[in-house]
């Protein structure tokens, strides 16, 4: 978990981002391509429950496709979920998971257990880039569930996760040696 959390410091140190985070910005700066499931269905001419039986799930997937990432993400949910899918299938980016043997569902070398531990550090990966460490540290005694919903743009069943996962791991995260140079995001 602490190599997790190093690689998303590690990003941050080159981007400060305000809050609630940008995450078209978030993608263009990654050169990820995004691709919305209304667009998708127009030009594919498929019904949005067929697209997301091609995911896996209902709400998003980064692919590779030839030499380009392209996240595509249903656009059709509410607007906080919309933004947590997008920094979890970022994550992936982030955390080099497309390079792992048994992470995609359409390998012959897919593993149900890889594609599981794959999504639990995406989602906690997401956590961190929606709600950035050294900022979270900083207002940690003013934060509540509806705080930081509010100030983090997530929902509340995303601000619950976030949390629990700063409750769990917040020792190790500020144990990192790069949680000192992440940026504090300025709030817009």
Known sequence: MKELVEQVLHFQCGHGYPLPLNTEAL?????????????????????AAEICALWGNPDGVLQ???????L?????????RQRFTICEEVSH??????????????????REEVYQRCEEEARFAAGLLLCPPRWYFAHEAELSERALMRRCGVSLAC??????????????????????????NAER
């Open 93 to 110: 980016y982030l955390l080099g998971h497309l390079d792992e043997p048994g992470f995609s569902i359409f390998s012959q070398d897919y």
């Open 64 to 70: 590779r496709l030839g030499g380009r990432f392209v």
């Open 27 to 47: 993608c263009r700066s990654l050169g990820l391509e995004l691709r919305p499931l209304s667009e998708i269905r127009r030009e594919s001419g498929m019904e």
């Open 159 to 184: 601000a619950r996760h976030i949390l629990a996962d700063y409750a769990r791991y917040g020792e190790l995260i500020r144990s990192c040696p790069t949680y000192g140079f992440a940026p504090i």
């Open 72 to 80: 595509c993400w249903n656009d059709a949910r509410a607007p906080r």
